[in-house]
């Protein structure tokens, strides 16, 4: 019988050179970093007014994936 995929997983996060690998594409961030240079996302097409954040009785701002900022009731 071969080695279960976990057993792979478990030498690979002990290996140093693996780690290296991992670092240079971008562990953590879920992308490969080396392709970043290629297609940049484009700018968002509305950027947020919070300059009379203070003033308004409701307000909503969307931040990033599942992330919204909501003002309420001041």
Do not use: C
């Not at 140093?16 to 700018?43: C, E, K, S, T, Y």
């Amino acid at each position: 019988m071969g080695k279960t995929w976990r057993q792979y997983t478990d030498w690979a996060k002990r290996s140093p050179a693996m780690l290296r690998l991992a670092d240079a594409l971008g562990r953590g961030r879920g992308r490969f970093r080396l392709f970043d240079g290629i297609n940049p996302p484009a700018p968002p097409p509305i950027v947020p007014d919070l300059s009379n954040w203070e003033r308004r009785e409701l307000s909503a701002v969307w931040i990033g994936h599942a992330t919204v900022l909501l003002r309420l009731g001041g």
